[in-house]
């Protein structure tokens, strides 16, 4: 579903089939709101789709991380060239007709329509159906689904407004989205001019704060756990207001956050492994707002293949690779598609790693007498150089993060199916695309990649995806204090969060801490994160969980971070940023040639 969605979907009343957790349910039908919702379980019926929309196909369910945001930012470096789309996110220059933009757009308003729907569907049973005692109930779906409102039009408006604001309102009426406040009646109604920044963040912040309001001291049983509550409307409230430069507002908002969700950050035991599908950590006592991602099994690539309620798919395309079955790089064996997305090689060295690249040697223990395998490859890492690697893990000169983000070929052993097969430890390998090539690291992702299965004979993730969590919240209100003049403060925040990559009290100073805003970062070479902990800290806690490119465009580092990166795989000209231009996405043809309220309102330079 929304494949091909114009403005008149706001006409439309998406409905889908009711489960506890609202994070599995996709769209799947139209009805008319005129004589429903009946009860209770109805109206959350209708709030479902608000919440399954988050996996649609230009989203979270495929492509706005790994075929958009990673590229975006060079997280990743894609090999695969046979997508026009996919080269213009890496080279931050899209046409008004590129796919991966208006999939987002298209999807991001789908969400807002079945806000809206939602927020109709509540006043509807209110009124004609509903009992007195069930007014909370009906406050809590109306939490719930101005919220989501908020959080789609957040995103809508970080990737095609104009421009962030800015402290002071220089920025305040540049062009935002269109806003939809409640659903149209006619065609006519869908058809709304572009409004301006600050009209849409000043709606945005709104909406949250009338969520946090309708859902106070909202508790969710067990199997309700994926809903929203209080604290993740005050926490994504506080992010809006530090992304507009609200300082103020920001710091009181935060502090809450901080003070009474009952939230911290999770222990690094925990941490290390939050992100690869162990049921243990999920929803745990860091997550202020994550999408419940459940392994299934249905086939026909999930929501690729239009399947209702099924898993997400970004893992498919960003998985690591393992040695090939002859104990190789050449022939190596990627646990996704093959050559579609790795690890851009400068984000090595970004995390601090001091060494250069790694070399393969003759095996001395190899034995003649059994076929080369995995367990027995001619070959290996040049020794020397293997222990250096693990005395740089063992004495953490490089940031612990750099592996919780990354698996490192040789040394990191993946225990995994290949072909449904049996489970084996195999190593993990440089991509066979870059065997042979010497000047290369070839680390794979390990954050929200499959590391434990074989992802392409089954096509699902498997694990769920932080959108809010405490060590964002942590970073904004240290930038809240910072922008408000409280240096220490915020060195103090961004201190804590770097407290716990390396597994230390958070709240206790430690021999890694910064002394000051400016003191090196374990970037190397970097001139744009090596000596500013701010910057840094958001960089590497934050790391290919889609954050990035927001930052990179309200601080203005595109051209920056183009040099710093240099070239992508593919690519045959070296990386550039225009700033005139690049920091916002273009609004898609299509909204053009249905909507003519906008008709000459296009970001600049499209």
């Known amino acids: 579903m929304f494949k091909k969605i114009y403005s008149i979907l706001f006409l439309t009343l998406a409905l889908a089939g009711c489960k506890k957790d609202p994070d599995n349910v996709a769209p799947n039908d139209n009805v008319s709101t005129g004589a429903f919702p009946n009860s209770l379980a109805e109206l959350n019926t209708v709030l479902n789709p608000a919440y399954g929309n988050l996996k649609s196909i230009g989203l979270w369910g495929f492509e706005l991380m790994p075929k958009a945001l990673e590229n975006s930012v060079h997280a990743g470096e894609a090999n695969y060239n046979g997508d026009g789309a996919w080269n213009e996110m890496t080279a931050n220059n899209l046409s008004v007709t590129n796919g991966k933009s208006q999939n987002a757009w298209v999807a991001l308003f789908a969400g807002v329509s079945t806000c809206n729907v939602t927020l109709d569907a509540a006043d509807f049973f209110e009124n004609n159906k509903a009992t007195a005692e069930q007014k909370t109930d009906i406050d809590a779906v109306r939490g719930q689904a101005k ?71 909202r508790a969710w049983p067990a199997s309700e756990v994926g809903r929203v509550t209080e604290w993740s409307a005050k926490a994504l409230l506080g992010k809006a207001y530090v992304f507009t430069e609200d300082w103020a507002n920001a710091k009181t908002t935060l502090l809450e956050v901080i003070t009474n969700s009952g939230k911290t950050l999770m222990p690094y035991s925990k941490y290390k492994n939050a992100f690869n599908g162990n049921p243990a950590n999920e929803f745990n006592e860091e997550s202020l707002f994550e999408l419940n991602v459940d392994p299934d099994n249905r086939g026909n690539y999930g929501p690729w293949g239009n399947t209702p309620n099924a898993s997400t798919l970004n893992g498919v395309i960003w998985s690591p690779y393992i040695l090939s079955e002859a104990g190789t790089e050449t022939g190596s064996r990627p646990l996704g598609y093959g050559g579609n997305l790795g690890v851009h090689d400068k984000n090595i060295k970004r995390f601090g790693y001091p060494l250069g690249y790694y070399t393969l040697v003759a095996n001395p223990a190899f034995n003649n007498a059994l076929p080369p395998s995995p367990s027995n490859p001619a070959q290996i890492m040049d020794p020397a150089y293997r222990a250096q690697a693990e005395a740089v893990r063992t004495n953490k000169t490089a940031d612990p993060r750099l592996y919780v983000n990354l698996v490192q070929p040789w040394l990191d052993v993946l225990n995994t199916n290949w072909n449904d097969g049996p489970r ?183």
Not at 174 to 195: D, N, S, W
Not at 473 to 495: F, H, K, R, T
Not at 535 to 546: D, K, M, S, T, V
Not at 571 to 599: D, G, H, Q, R, V
Request: glycine share 8%; with cysteine; proline share 7%.
């Open 424 to 606: 084996m430890d195999v190593p993990v390998s440089k991509p066979d695309y870059l065997a042979g090539q010497p000047n290369t690291y070839g680390w794979g992702f390990r954050k929200y990649a499959a590391i434990d299965y074989h992802l392409n004979s089954v096509n699902f993730d498997k694990w769920n995806w932080y959108f809010i969590r405490m060590a964002d919240v942590y970073l904004l209100y240290a930038e809240a204090l910072i922008g408000a003049g409280d240096g220490p403060g915020g060195l103090e925040y961004l201190n804590k969060v770097h407290r716990r990559a390396y597994d230390l009290p958070i709240n206790n100073a430690s021999p890694i801490d910064y002394a000051s805003l400016t003191a090196a970062t374990p970037a190397i070479a970097d001139p744009v994160l090596g000596n500013n902990p701010l910057r840094y800290e958001r960089w590497a806690e934050l790391f290919h969980e889609g954050h990035w490119w927001f930052d990179v465009c309200r601080w203005r580092l595109g051209p920056q971070e183009a040099s710093f990166f240099g070239t992508a795989r593919n690519l045959t000209t070296p990386l550039t940023f225009n700033e005139a231009k690049n920091y916002s996405w273009p609004i898609p043809l299509i909204e053009f040639n249905a909507n003519a309220e906008i008709a000459g309102q296009q970001n600049p330079g499209y």
């Open 147 to 217: 919220f989501l409102r908020a959080f789609y039009y957040m995103h809508l408006e970080m990737l095609f407004g104009e421009a962030y604001l800015k402290a002071g309102g220089a920025n305040d009426n540049k062009m935002g989205v269109p806003l939809f406040i409640q659903t149209p009646k006619t065609v006519e109604e869908t058809r709304q001019p572009r409004a301006t920044a600050k009209e849409v963040w000043d709606f945005i912040k709104e909406d949250l704060q009338e969520a946090a309001v309708l859902l106070d001291n």
